[in-house]
């Protein structure tokens, strides 16, 4: 059984009505269906469709996460505010406390929100652009299941750990830099488990500090502690490995410290008992006005030029073009936009699973044609 295309009206309502179906409030249903997608439209599949089912169905289903979401505020000034999200739905989570700091920086020119007891947000890239769409600079990022082990170890300590950054532009697309501060992020070995293949040896290490390759086993013993991620550039300092180590702490302080959250083991997910726990995820978001500075549309074409000297400058032999953080996944848009999502095998399985478990009836997809 082939990938077959979703056209996106269908997979929209039918991933909107699903969450309905285990118990989300229509309107949070529709922010959950929206970032999940966003990944697809994106091309990144390792935190779209694929992620559905077992991330956030399966886990309301589980009752590790809450399906209708307590957005508390629990301290807030002018610029901040700590927010406690109570085990509820990160996208919706996400999407409340960026859109919060963004309307903090039109006020003041920067704003800044951070998030504790939170669940899994879906795409970092996601609320970075929710500023650039409104003429902002947006940084986020999230701390998450153990995976990265620090430099010179092995144990599975910090988690992929993302640090984001959005940039309005002057071109048709934003420039968005998204990317786990290791060489893997865990969904990727999800989707790498999915479809069969391996994962590239040097990307995750063993107790004994051999490379694993094994991506069904990399799951298995990122969970049990057999393994661990390498942050980016690798394990030790012969390729600065410890930057990788170092930005994923920063990312994991920024996500525990200001607002008294969960951090490293902490959230792992297990309680005393190997009983799965809610992970009580914390992320921070910000978000700065270029009008506090120098204006958007200076910033806009400065930024735009920066990005345009980039592709135009020397190619390496062989090679056709440069890129800048956002590019690829704006032509992955273009070549999607009118036709919809790709869903593999195993997410076809899922989605009909889903389907007649929550009597969705009105829905036929195309692999059941």
């Known amino acids: 059984m082939a990938k077959h295309i979703v056209d996106w009206e269908t997979i929209y309502a039918f991933v909107e009505d699903a ?35 077992p991330i956030y169905i399966d886990r309301i289903n589980e009752g590790i996460q809450n399906p209708v979401t307590n957005f508390e505020v629990v301290k807030e000034t002018k610029t901040t505010a700590v927010i406690d999200g109570h085990d509820g739905m990160g996208q919706v989570i996400g999407y409340k406390a960026m859109q919060m700091a963004i309307d903090k920086a039109k006020e ?13 947000y879906g795409i970092a890239g996601y609320y970075a652009t929710m500023a650039t769409q409104q003429g902002l600079i947006g940084i986020t990022g999230t701390n998450a299941r153990p995976s990265i082990a620090p430099t010179f170890g092995v144990e599975n300590m910090l988690g992929t750990n993302p640090l984001t950054v959005g940039f309005p532009t002057d071109e048709d697309f934003p420039f968005v830099l998204d990317c786990a501060t290791s060489i893997v992020q865990r969904g990727k070995i999800e989707y790498y488990d999915r479809i069969g293949k391996d994962t590239p040896a040097g990307q995750v290490v063993g107790r ?27 394990i030790g300092e012969e390729m600065a490995g410890y930057k ?10 920024l996500s525990a410290a200001l607002q008294a959250g969960n951090y490293l083991k902490m959230l792992s997910g297990f309680g005393e ?19 506090a500075f120098v204006g958007l549309d200076s910033f806009r074409k400065t930024t735009g030029d920066i990005l345009r000297d980039l592709r135009a400058s020397a190619k390496a032999p062989g090679e056709e073009r440069i890129y800048t953080a ?38 036929t997809f195309p692999w059941e044609k």
Not at 27 to 50: F, M
Not at 108 to 120: D, F, K, L, Q
Not at 214 to 232: D, F, H, M, R, V
Not at 326 to 351: C, H, M, T
């Open 108 to 120: 003041y020119g920067m704003g800044m929100t951070v998030v504790r007891n939170s669940c899994h």
């Open 244 to 253: 990788g180590y170092g930005y994923a702490t920063v990312v994991e302080v």
């Open 19 to 53: 969450f309905v179906g285990v118990g989300v409030p229509r309107e949070d249903a529709k922010i959950c269906a929206d970032v999940l997608l966003e990944s697809d439209k994106r091309g990144i599949e390792s935190h779209g469709c694929n992620r559905f089912k």
């Open 208 to 234: 004994n500090g051999q490379a694993l390759t094994n991506s069904t086993e990399i799951l298995k013993q990122l969970n049990t502690g057999e393994a661990a991620l390498a942050p980016l550039g690798g």
């Open 273 to 291: 008992n190997r009983e799965k726990v809610p992970y009580h995820l914390g992320h921070f978001f910000i978000a700065i006005d270029p009008e």
């Open 326 to 363: 956002g590019e690829k996944e704006y032509l992955v848009w273009l070549q999607r936009k009118d036709s919809g999502v790709p869903i593999n095998e195993a997410v076809q399985a899922e989605f009909s699973k889903v389907r007649d478990a929550l009597g969705l009836t009105q829905y």
